[in-house]
């Protein structure tokens, strides 16, 4: 961040000095993620900074740019510098951009794209969204088994700056199969005259298919330790590559997605500031209304017990402290299953397990909030006889109930997202506010329920 201001300090003298030869200069040194951000911090200079870029320095600049900045720039650059930059983007990144696109602005886009990338773009934008075909790149360098490496070497050269990456050759029969995958290292430490590709290929490669889901990939790669990964089709005929830096980016839009999921509200599909108030208002709307809906039931709930909070009125004091309680295991124990479930570390099939082990961990955890509360209880009369002679009784009516609630919310918020993944839905969806409005409801029925079991005679 203070980088950041530095760079900015020195960005507002030079404009002040009218130096823009100067800034040119300084836009160029820059890194392309400072230089990004800095064109993305002001809106009014934003077209003049881009424009001060060489080339392929904006071309970098605007691939790593949030949405908003390439949306604002497609609209403010000249149709010539606009299409060199549309035609020059890698096929991946473009497929991307005009993915989040309205329909008649990419019809018109894609007409000024020269033929080979126009009917590239569309063969990727004919996969379904979502789906590895959308993520790959055509972009890769591929050989053939009776090739010796002297050649290979030769091809690279000749070839290899057009490659998204040349850290993985594909090797491939006639019909454009794929046999193997060669890593860089296997070509350069063996003789290049006397060995050819057929020698290094052992046919234990890994690829994924063109309709994989994209959120399935990052596993393939973390289980892998590859950097590239080939895309085949039903007949294994080699497609495109995908490469790891846009895992990451799927990566990061998931983890993204999930965690304001798990916040209770619909995910952005744009920067928090870059969402109007009104797209702000409807991603957040539904979820309050069934939330409060919830909430209603907790009304519902505590009028069934009026009677008994109105002859032991000190009950109504420990609510918030109950419901709470319930509401906090269940949202621990959710937010614990949703993350492992999307490591890969828990699947449906392992709702026993998790189960068996919440069961335990909320008796454990309900157990000490009851030594505690019983504690408080006890301490708290000792100083302020607030509870009257039968406090003891009252301490009891809370520690169980806390047992009961605490285990109870651990395993609601440990077995709806199971139970939602089973479903077909979004494991997210079972959001912290959600379980603990759900916890609420049943907290109340077991504190009152208990209450009614161990003050009976005594104090109703």
């Known amino acids: 961040m203070e980088e950041l201001e530095a760079l900015q300090e020195r960005v507002e003298k030079l404009i002040e000095l009218d130096e823009w030869g100067e800034l040119r200069e300084f836009f160029n040194d820059l890194n392309i993620s400072d230089a990004a951000e800095l064109i993305a911090e002001y809106p009014s200079y934003r077209l003049s900074f881009f424009q001060l870029l060489e080339f392929q320095r904006a071309l970098a600049v605007f691939r790593v740019s949030d949405l908003s900045v390439q949306e604002a720039l497609m609209k403010e650059l000249p149709s010539a510098q606009l299409v060199n930059i549309l035609n020059d983007l890698p096929p991946d990144d473009r497929t991307s951009l005009l993915g989040e696109l309205h329909s008649n602005v990419v019809k018109e886009l894609i007409k000024q794209l020269n033929p080979e990338e126009r009917k590239v773009t569309l063969s990727l934008l004919g996969y379904p969204e979502g789906s590895v075909g959308r993520l790959m790149t055509p972009d890769y360098i591929d050989v053939e088994p009776e090739w010796t490496v002297e050649h290979v070497l030769a091809y690279i050269r000749d070839y290899g700056k057009n490659s998204e990456t040349i850290d993985v050759l594909y090797v491939t029969d006639e ?3 794929l046999i193997d995958d060669l890593r860089i290292r296997d070509v350069l430490l063996v003789d290049p005259k006397l060995t050819k590709v057929q020698d290094l290929i052992d046919g234990r490669f890994i690829s ?3 309709n994989d889901d994209q959120k399935e990939v990052a596993n393939v790669f973390q289980m892998n330790n590859r950097v590239a990964l080939p895309v085949v089709d039903d007949t294994n005929v080699l497609l495109g590559i995908v490469t790891i830096d846009d895992v990451l980016w ?12 798990i916040g209770g509200t619909e995910a952005l599909d744009e920067p928090y500031l870059d969402v109007s108030l009104l797209q702000l208002y409807k991603k957040r709307v539904v979820w309050l209304i069934l939330l409060f809906v919830g ?3 907790t009304i519902s709930a505590m009028s069934g017990f009026e009677d008994q909070i109105a002859k032991v009125v ?18 621990q124990a959710a937010t614990l299953i949703i993350q492992a479930m999307a490591l890969g570390e828990v699947s449906i099939e392992d709702w026993w397990r998790v189960m068996r082990r919440e069961l335990f961990s909320g008796l454990f955890l309900g157990l000490t909030l009851c030594l505690l509360s019983f504690s408080v209880v006890s301490v708290w009369h000792f100083f302020t006889p607030t509870f009257g002679e039968h406090y003891l009784h009252i301490a009891a009516v809370v520690g169980v109930s806390l047992v009961g609630v605490v285990l109870w919310g651990s395993l609601m918020g440990s077995m709806l997202p199971l139970l939602l993944k089973r479903l ?7 959001s912290t506010p959600f379980v603990a409005t759900l916890v609420d409801v049943t907290g109340l029925i077991i504190y009152f329920s208990v209450a009614m079991m161990l003050l009976k005679g005594i104090l109703l």
Do not use: W
């Open 175 to 177: 019909n454009g199969r």
């Open 314 to 331: 000190v009950l109504a004091t420990f609510i918030p402290l109950i419901i709470s309680s319930g509401g906090n295991s269940g949202s």
């Open 208 to 210: 994924l298919h063109v």
């Open 295 to 297: 909430e209603l039931l």
């Open 424 to 430: 077909g839905a979004d494991p997210a969806a079972s």
């Open 250 to 261: 799927v990566v990061e839009e998931e983890y993204t997605e999930d965690i304001q999921r």
